[in-house]
Every structure is written in C-alpha cells, then in structure tokens.
C-alpha cells in the first residue's frame, strides 16, 4: 500500500510545482488505476477507474467519481498510476493515450521497483516525453497527444481453456496449489457452494466439471477484471446451476447467503509482503458464511499457520492432503 501511496503523490509532483496548471474549469481527466489524492479539489475533476474493490471503496468514500471499468473518450486530460504488471501498464497508457483529445496532457508515474523507467522508454518509443521528475522513489512523466491514437493489442493469455490477464492470480499457468485442492472435487460437494477469492474462475470451472449436484454457486472476488473473466470462463459450464458473482471485499463487506460448502485458495500477499491475517480473515468469513455442518475445502501454502485457527472456529479440522509445498483442509462447522 505505501509503495502505491509513494507513486500516487509523485504523480500529482507535476500540479504541485506548477509545471502543468490544475485543469481548468469545465474539463475532465480520466484517471486510471486511481489511487486518492490529497491536496487540491481533485474530486471535481476525475474521471477514476480503479478495479481493485478495496481502493476503489476508498475512492468511493472520498467522494470521487470512480468505476471498475470506463470507455475512455475525449478527455481533457489523463493520469495513469503504474502498477507492477508491465503489459497492464502499457495497455493503461495506450488506452489513457487514445481516450485523449489532440493537444491534451498524459501523465504517468510509478514507483522505480514496479517498472516505470522500461514504461517510460515504451512511451519514449512513440512520443517525444516533455519532462520527467524523480521523487520518493517514483517518477513521473507527460507526453502530449498527437493526432494518431496508438494500436492496442490484446493483452490475454489463455491457460488450459480458460482466459487471463497480466494483473489477475497466476494469469500463465495453473496454480499448484489451486489444482492440488481441485484433486479433491467430487459429487459429494453439493448444494449451495461459494468460492471465495474466485479468481479468473479456475477452481468453479473445475468444481463444475467434478460435481453435477450443485445447485448454486456464487463467486466472490475483489478485482473487477478477474471477476469478469471468471463469470465468462465458466459461462459454458453452468448449465442449470444458478450463479452469483460478487465483486466485494470479503475482509470487509457483508456476506449475507449461507452456504453448504465453500472452495478457497485464499490470498496471503498483500503487495509484496507476506499477510497472514488476510488468510485468517477469510477463514473467520467463511465460518460465518457457511451453514449448520457447512464444510470448508481449502488450500494454502504449507508454511503457513492456518490449523490453530481452523480448529478454533471448526468443530472438526482434517488434513486431506500436502504436497508440493500445499496442504489442502477440510473442516466442518
Ligand atoms: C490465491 S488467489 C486464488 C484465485 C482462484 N481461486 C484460483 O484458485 O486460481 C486469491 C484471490 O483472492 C482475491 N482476493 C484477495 N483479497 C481479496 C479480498 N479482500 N476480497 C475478495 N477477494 C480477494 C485475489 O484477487 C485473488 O484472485
């Protein structure tokens, strides 16, 4: 969080020091990958899109103008905050670049350690760059829009059927520990079933190919972009099955539905760092979540501590399987 927080005030730098004027009145800036800037009356101005349902609710909650996902056309001005996925971060470009009217400024930033320098060069390579600034570990640079909109390539890939994007979980190959859980999918999951942290959808794709007997299955997942591919990468496999798909932030939103068993391979990264307690909250959620003698399937790295408090909040915890560096649990209410 601090290394976006780091790159969101050096991309404001260029405002601040009066070497591109605040947009004046009547004009909008799309802003991509938003993250809430402080100082000037940035509200009344920008157009934000921001995926990720934590900062997007933040967005939200100071009262910025914010979607998951935005047409970009005719704008004023753009702002694009780089992220740690190089091929989503010139995609993020080309797209603020071609929603730019001619004339208008395009301003990037990004911390040094997520790739803005090799960025820079990218954008270099097709337009001269005005002026950049170095501070706090970031920089920032603006470019000025020409009259030819650049190509946009698809940035997906495809993994074993199923489509992903730089950005998503695991968007290159299947992760073991998604598919050793995936070992453990048969017909006695049934009934109403959830996946928390769905992904781009593998494990639901998976548990519906194993399990005829399911009658709902609802997907619950905090980035936009991974959630709506899920909801397509399973669209041929649902059949009858009702489905619910949920974009919301299960450490903090409400869950109200209770469920017969729910699936996870819960996150334990919180950017580059190592956050148990995620993991933990999403245990503590799907008891909550789960009803009278509802099971939980899930899998997590084996170094990581999650028994004590399965066998707290469970009143039975059994140990499926571990290997390759995976356990799988399943624990009963
Ligand atoms: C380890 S991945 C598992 C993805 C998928 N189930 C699979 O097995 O391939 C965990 C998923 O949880 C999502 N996630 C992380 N924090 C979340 C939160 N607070 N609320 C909802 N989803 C979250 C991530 O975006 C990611 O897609």
Redesign the pocket.
Known sequence: MAQKRDARHTLMLPFEQELLPFPGDGERYCYINAMAPEGRDWQSVLDCEQGD??SFLQLEAAGFSVEPSRELENYDGALVLAGKHKRLNEANVIRAWNGLKPGKILVVAGDKNVGIAPLRKFVQAKVEVEESLSKNHGLVFWVVKQATDWELSPVGAAVEGYKTAPG???PEK??M??SL?AEHFDERIRGSVA??????????GELLSCSKKLSHLDL????WA?LEAAKENISDKVGDVHMGAYW?????EPITRKYNWI??????H?GRKADIP?GE??IAKARQSLQPKGKLLM?ANIQLPYEALLKQKFSRCELLSSKGGFKVFEAMV
């Open positions: 349902r934590r998503m979980f695991s299947i992760d520990g998604s859980l996946d928390f942290g769905a992904g781009w959808g593998y494990l639901c619950y997942e905090a980035d991974s919301i932030d299960i450490t903090a699936i996870m391979n819960p996150p334990f919180a995620l909250s999403f899998v």
